[in-house]
């Protein structure tokens, strides 16, 4: 990986600037407190983003702006990347805002996560990074503060030791044992639970074989009533069959009595029923001799003639009532007519002016027109006295119309009464040859009902005494079924029993076979237990020590071939220890690094800065962050001598791109390029 440019707006002193990364050794230098770790830190921004307290957007963006960026070009793995985050500040917080990532011209938008997570697999560091808050690869060979250096071989060993394992990916070593342990604790647990579930086995296996005896026993009881019951049921059977055969005949006995009865009922009404005809045959008697008293010798008139003279008469009294009406109306015309001409007679005699006209009238006028109507009423009088004559003889000739057809009518009642009196008469007749036929045939069918009552009567004798002995096979028959009822009953106990024993059987074997393959899994437990306890953890051990001692012994060589350069003093001599803490010996003693001076302090620190990064880049191959090394103020304390050192030490490690943060003026002699920051007024700017 190559930095090319990197461009800052409204980040910490910076408004907006870009700087341009060439390759080979590139020293930032400025005063204390110029901007020169700002350009460090956006550039970790640009590829990790915001990381809580350690590099907050609260930290990176400028006070008083809303909205800033970083946006980052670089070359990896013959790839150029150009990469943008913005931050943007919120009502309480900034926060990181959506940006976006180029590669090779192609544009991807994305959150800052994804962000992330496409740079780290662009630097080829381990996925499991994405969503840890420290990304230690980066920081242990790339780039790390120096303060922070010195901070971690001051730390606790634990801590440190921690912090290496997860750098070198061997942490996992640490994890399987935690988890090894975790799991033999839940083995354990499991085990107490798994003993506490076979304790009883043995009594269960003894619990088993009781049971299996007890329903042995029962079986034997039922195999002894078996017979017992065979027997009684053949007897049962051999009565149930002497039963039918009885319920046979006595049910032929109930239908003979029932017979019997019915042709008692049917004798009864058929003598009831000649008696009724008897009195009947009495009663049509007297009602035919009265009829034939009424009829006499009376004349009978023929219908059709009546009826005919009916019709004719009630014709004629419609004409005669309809020319009444037309006398009438013609009456009531004439009336009408008089009185108009009297109206107009008296009228014309007192008007003076004609209505129309508003003429007078004259007197001659008026005589002429008073003629004229008296005359008119004279005629009409005439037909009035005509008409009212016709009228009167018109109304007697209705009243003789009406009086004849009521004769008519009178004759017609009573010759449907006689017809109707004769058709009764010829009725009675018939009813009573009827009557006297039944009588006939009620007297055979008497005869014959006395015949089968005969009959019937010899066929219940035979059967008399049935229903006696019906009884006394019936009262046997009781008495055997419940015997055998009871060894039913006896039976069906010792059978339930049996399967209420079989069932406890049963749940028992289920019992037993269930805490056997427990205790199968007990013993596997076990064995999985003391493998895990005393094969496994150990070999867990042995691995991450040998790992370990491989990193240990290229990392303490190189650690104390850089020192030895840095510090060319034969009395002061450095080693890491089994916890990758330096041990300084001094004049053959050992002394704690905090009693060293401040240029032995960033000697011991820049030497385990970089013997780290070598190492982590040897045993990791997969980065490719090999060919950068961002050094933040690694001279610190050097006298000049020392400066040299770090000179030839830049050579010996051969890195394609070194960017060095310093105030140290004399490193400006063995750097390709010097990038000068210069603050005022709380902006720095990169001098051209």
Not at 67 to 83: P, Q, R, T, W, Y
């Amino acid at each position: 990986m190559l930095l090319k440019s990197i461009k800052l707006n409204n980040i910490r002193s910076y408004i907006n600037q870009t700087i341009e990364f060439p390759s080979g050794s590139v020293l930032l230098s400025g005063d204390i407190g110029s901007g020169k770790s700002t350009i460090l830190l956006a550039v970790e921004f640009a590829l990790f983003g915001a990381k809580g307290k350690e590099l907050s957007g609260a930290s990176l963006l400028r006070n008083g702006k809303k909205e800033g960026s970083v946006e980052l070009g670089f070359e990896i793995d013959e790839k150029n990347v150009v990469i943008k985050r913005v931050l943007k500040r919120a009502k309480d917080d900034v926060r990181q805002d959506a940006g976006y990532i180029v590669i090779n011209n192609r544009k991807m938008d994305g959150t800052a996560t994804e962000l992330k997570s496409r740079v780290i697999e662009l630097m080829g560091y381990p996925k499991e990074l994405v969503s840890k808050s420290k990304d230690l690869v980066y920081r242990y060979t790339v780039y790390t503060p120096q303060e922070q250096m010195k901070a971690i071989l001051f730390e606790d060993k634990e801590m440190r030791l921690d912090a290496l394992r997860r750098v070198f990916g061997i942490d996992k070593y640490k994890r399987i044992r935690e988890n090894t342990q975790i799991y033999l604790r839940e083995i354990k647990e499991k085990k107490r639970e798994f003993e506490g579930k076979i304790s009883d086995l043995e009594e269960k296996k003894r619990q088993k074989i009781e049971r299996e005896h007890e329903i042995k026993e029962i079986n034997i009881k039922i195999d002894e009533l078996k017979p017992k019951l065979k027997q009684i049921k053949e007897k049962v059977n051999e009565v149930s069959t002497l039963i039918a055969k009885t319920e046979k005949s006595i049910n032929e006995l109930n239908k003979l009595k029932q017979e019997l009865r019915f042709s008692d009922s049917e004798l009864r009404n058929k003598v009831e029923q000649r008696q009724q005809n008897v009195r009947e045959l009495k009663k049509i008697d007297e009602s035919i001799n009265s009829l034939e008293k009424e009829i006499g010798k009376k004349d009978i008139k023929n219908t059709q003639e009546i009826l005919k003279e009916l019709k004719d008469k009630e014709n004629e009294l419609v004409l005669m009532e309809k020319t009444f009406f037309e006398i009438n109306k013609k009456i009531i015309e004439f009336d009408s007519s008089k009185k108009h001409s009297e109206s107009i007679k008296e009228k014309i005699l007192k008007i003076d002016k004609c209505p129309m006209c508003l003429q007078d009238v004259g007197v001659g006028h008026k005589n002429s027109i008073n003629d004229k109507e008296k005359e008119r009423i004279k005629e009409l009088d005439e037909h009035l006295r005509l008409h009212k004559e016709q009228k009167v003889g018109a109304e007697a000739k209705i009243k003789e119309i009406k009086e004849k057809i009521e004769q008519v009518k009178k004759i017609e009642r009573e010759t449907e009464l006689i017809l109707l009196k004769k058709q009764n008469l010829d009725e009675k007749i018939k009813t009573k040859e009827d009557l006297i036929n039944q009588q006939e045939v009620l007297k055979k069918d008497i005869g014959k009902i006395n015949s089968r009552k005969m009959d019937i009567n010899g066929k219940i004798d035979l059967l008399k005494d049935i229903e006696k002995e019906y009884l006394e096979i019936k009262k046997n028959f009781d008495m055997i079924k419940g015997e055998e009822r009871k060894i039913e009953i006896e039976k069906t106990s010792f059978e339930r029993d049996a399967v209420n024993v079989k069932k406890i059987i049963d749940m028992i074997d289920k019992d037993i076979k269930d805490k056997e393959e427990v205790r199968i899994r007990l013993k596997k437990m076990n064995e999985m237990h003391n493998w895990l306890d005393n094969y496994f953890l150990n070999l867990m051990i042995v691995m991450e020590k040998h790992v370990m001692l491989k990193i240990y012994n290229e990392f303490n060589e190189l650690f104390k071939e850089w020192f030895g350069v840095l510090i060319e003093d034969e009395t002061v001599n450095v080693r890491l220890d089994d916890e990758f803490t330096p041990i300084i010996e001094q004049n053959g003693y050992e002394t704690d690094l905090a009693n060293l001076s401040g240029g032995e302090k960033t000697s011991c620190a820049l030497a385990y800065r970089l013997a780290l990064n070598k190492v982590i880049n040897d045993f990791i191959g997969d980065i490719k962050t090999k060919d950068l090394l961002i050094l933040d103020e690694p001279t610190d304390g050097f006298s000049t001598e020392q400066l040299d050192k770090v000179r030839v030490i830049l050579e010996q490690l051969n890195t394609k791109q070194v960017v060095i943060v310093s105030h140290e003026s004399k490193i400006e002699s063995f750097v390709d390029k010097v990038i000068r920051i210069n603050k005022e007024e709380h902006v720095s700017e990169v001098l051209s």
